[in-house]
């Protein structure tokens, strides 16, 4: 039996930078890699479709030739061109992360995990037993389906089916208006698909600010994607022609949708099945582990960071929660503020936000003042061409501080991230006045917001 400090049991984000930071801490790692290294971001999620959104929004500029005084500008799109790019930079990636944990002396384990006790895992392939006083569970999530009638059709594709199709679909019909679904929406419009979206909620993003929401479902629409809302997907059949029909149900009424395709994209399900949590005494439900602030279960010595918690499903708050583990074995205290998180989604255009939307200052009872502006005015995103879009700024009115942001338009991750740094400093709307902001950027976007404060 080989024994280390710490054992994680995933190989993404999560895992591997947790792994590589207790080993740059002194500690002996062993690090359970049960699919391949960097996890559902690297291989299936956020890297191969940033991969796609950049060809679509190559493509989308091409299209837009003449702004530019280019005419008559034609071009072909070979799509297994744009899919050998997509692999290429996945597997630079994770040949990336193999070359840091042997660096660092991480011993990775080629194999899914399962507990024997609180403190042995077993490899499930060889039966090759590892010992640990601490341990991290860090094995993510996987895609969710609808258990309507169809779903599980072979036809009905998930987000890591539809990454490796070899051919862009004629027309593609996506159930789920959250962030995967509008994502791979903007990137088959782009690419010549036909799309449509159907959303149960009334407004696509929910989590997002209602303004950006509202904002961003008018910009799709004009791109030819159509979105219908407050529907729900009741059924789904292949007629004689293997073309899918998607029955749904709007407004008391059930109408259809057909295509070539479809993506079942209504979000994911932690990944807790075959762990074998009851021999360690874990407490866990198909909702994901119970953990406490310092991503203890409660087993003292055993963690659970990332989607496996479903306390929030980024890959960057799965890197940090893996942090906040290492932190309480260490003992250390940290100052990690969970309640500041940047997020994005990579749509034409892309939209970020950090903090409290308006709907939640409003339901918590908070006095806010709010200041927006338009990308419209912004002297760097008209010479891109990039005018569409909205940025929204929310202050305590109290204190002055900035409490949330919300932004639609061209570079809206990085502005998000900006104000996610303002945020986490303690800004407020006189501290930020006193920022020089550099002339001509995007990011006037949130001085002008802050001037526009009412």
Do not use: W
């Amino acid at each position: 039996m080989q024994e280390s400090d710490i054992i994680i049991i995933g190989a993404g984000p999560g895992g591997y930078e947790t792994a590589l930071a207790a080993a740059k801490a002194g500690k002996s790692v062993t690090l359970f890699n049960g699919d391949r290294l960097g996890g559902t971001c690297l291989n299936e999620g956020c890297i191969p479709t940033k991969c796609l959104c950049k060809n679509a929004e190559v493509i989308g500029t091409f299209r837009n030739a003449e702004e530019f005084g280019i005419d008559d500008f034609t071009f072909s799109l070979d799509y297994n061109k744009v899919v050998e790019r997509k692999d290429r930079v996945v597997g630079q990636l994770r040949d990336g992360i193999a070359m840091m944990l042997k660096s660092a002396k991480v011993n990775v384990v080629e194999g899914k995990a399962r507990f024997v006790d609180e403190h042995i895992v077993e490899c499930v392939e060889n039966g090759e037993q590892y010992r640990a006083e601490d341990i991290i569970i860090a094995t993510g999530s996987e895609s969710r389906s609808l258990p309507i009638p169809g779903h599980d059709l072979e036809c009905v594709k998930d987000s890591t089916q539809m990454l490796s199709i070899d051919y862009i679909p004629a027309s593609l019909t996506i159930i789920g208006g959250g962030v995967i679904g509008l994502e791979f929406a903007s990137i088959f419009a782009a690419f010549g698909s036909q799309v449509t979206v159907i959303e149960f909620m009334k407004q696509i993003l929910p989590p997002f600010d209602s303004d950006i929401a509202k904002r961003l479902k008018q910009a799709l629409t004009k791109r030819g994607i159509k979105i219908i809302t407050s529907a729900a997907a009741k059924k789904i059949e292949q007629n004689e022609d293997y073309e899918i029909v998607v029955t749904y149900e709007s407004k008391g009424k059930e109408e259809t949708v057909v295509s070539t395709d479809l993506l079942m994209a209504v979000g994911r399900s932690p990944r807790v099945e075959g762990l074998n949590l009851e021999a360690a005494g874990v407490e866990y439900s198909l909702k994901g582990i119970p953990v406490d602030d310092s991503m203890r279960t409660n087993r003292e010595h055993i963690y659970a960071i990332g989607d496996v918690n479903a306390r929030m499903m980024l890959a960057h708050v799965a890197t940090f929660q893996g942090f906040r583990a290492l932190h309480s074995i260490e003992g250390v205290a940290d100052e990690i503020r969970f309640d500041i998180v940047p997020s994005a989604v990579f749509t034409v255009p892309e939209c970020g936000m950090v903090g409290k939307t308006e709907e939640q200052c409003k339901a918590e009872g908070l006095e806010i003042e709010i200041g927006q502006s338009f990308f419209r005015a912004n002297g760097k995103s008209l010479t891109m061409g990039e005018s569409e879009g909205l940025c929204k700024l929310i202050f305590e009115k109290n204190t002055g501080k900035l409490i949330g942001a919300h932004i639609m338009g061209v570079e809206a991750a990085d502005l998000a991230q900006q104000c996610a740094d303002l945020m986490n400093a303690g800004a407020t709307r006189h501290s930020m006045s006193q920022i020089i902001f550099s002339h001509p950027s995007v990011s006037e976007v949130i001085m002008a917001a802050l001037h526009a404060v009412k």
